[in-house]
């Protein structure tokens, strides 16, 4: 299968993705950790993109565009993947199309993550992560076994740079001025399902099993 999750900041798209991943073996390519380990690295890529992801505002189309053209050709990628946080801008989703029709492949389901902007800013705040394996935590729906702690390694978590919830006000809009189109865009084609992302972690991924089944 090949997916596309859009959401808002904090609709759930990076803790829904692993169980996905792991009930279709796909890969999961997510742009936001993609940079993000860039910008750690300082490599060429992270040093462009690291200011603009502080303000909460998109990188260029052809950054993320080039990310994700490199990632869908490797091998591991071949049964299908999902898309987390790709595309953003109706651009992107146009590049996207033009890369898969290459491969003669296309998009099966676009998931949206539909959810209440006055409920992200919990989420986001009380967010913690373990960048290594991807694992993410919240000081009140989700919390560690130990306080600050990775619960299968024990490594120190950390919060995002730009989860505070001056910089989600940026995020927000530029969500919905920029990435709102791209339903759009994929409900022309019949492909999008709706997801009341507002509802408990376990709920959400049984709305998501029914959508691919
Ligand atoms: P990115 O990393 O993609 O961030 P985002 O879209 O803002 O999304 P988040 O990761 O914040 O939300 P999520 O939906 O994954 O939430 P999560 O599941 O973790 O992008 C970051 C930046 O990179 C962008 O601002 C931009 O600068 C750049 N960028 C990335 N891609 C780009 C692109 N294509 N083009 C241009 N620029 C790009 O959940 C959040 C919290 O809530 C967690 O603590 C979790 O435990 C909790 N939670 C999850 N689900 C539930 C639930 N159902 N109930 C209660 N709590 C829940
Ligand atoms: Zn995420």
């Given at each position: 299968k090949r997916l596309i999750l859009i959401g808002p900041p904090g609709s759930g798209k990076g803790t829904q993705s692993?169980?996905?991943?792991?009930?279709?073996?796909?890969?999961?390519?997510?742009?936001?950790?993609?940079?993000?380990?860039?910008?750690?690295?300082?490599?060429?890529?992270?040093?462009?993109?690291?200011?603009?992801?502080?303000?909460?505002?998109?990188?260029?189309?052809?950054?993320?565009?080039?990310?994700?053209?490199?990632?869908?050709?490797?091998?591991?990628?071949?049964?299908?993947?999902?898309?987390?946080?790709?595309?953003?801008?109706?651009?992107?989703?146009?590049?996207?199309?033009?890369?898969?029709?290459?491969?003669?492949?296309?998009?099966?389901?676009?998931?949206?993550?539909?959810?209440?902007?006055?409920?992200l800013e919990e989420r986001i705040t009380g967010r913690w992560i373990h960048p290594p394996s991807g694992r993410t935590y919240h000081t009140k729906f989700a919390p560690p076994k130990v306080h600050g702690l990775d619960d299968v390694t024990g490594d120190p978590l950390i919060q995002r740079k730009d989860d505070t919830a001056e910089v989600l006000k940026s995020r927000l809009e530029a969500f919905h001025r920029q990435t709102e189109p791209v339903i759009d865009y994929y409900s022309k084609k019949g492909v999008v399902a709706q997801l009341h992302a507002e509802k408990p972690p376990k709920e959400v991924t049984t709305e998501v099993q029914k959508a691919l089944a």
């Open positions: 692993p169980i996905i991943k792991d009930d279709y073996c796909l890969c999961h390519l997510a742009t936001g950790d993609m940079l993000r380990a860039a910008v750690a690295a300082k490599t060429p890529l992270g040093i462009k993109a690291k200011e603009t992801m502080e303000k909460g505002e998109l990188v260029s189309d052809e950054l993320v565009v080039g990310i994700i053209d490199e990632a869908i050709k490797k091998p591991s990628c071949q049964k299908g993947f999902i898309l987390d946080g790709f595309p953003r801008t109706v651009a992107q989703a146009e590049k996207l199309d033009e890369m898969l029709g290459k491969q003669g492949s296309k998009i099966d389901k676009v998931l949206n993550f539909a959810i209440d902007d006055a409920i």
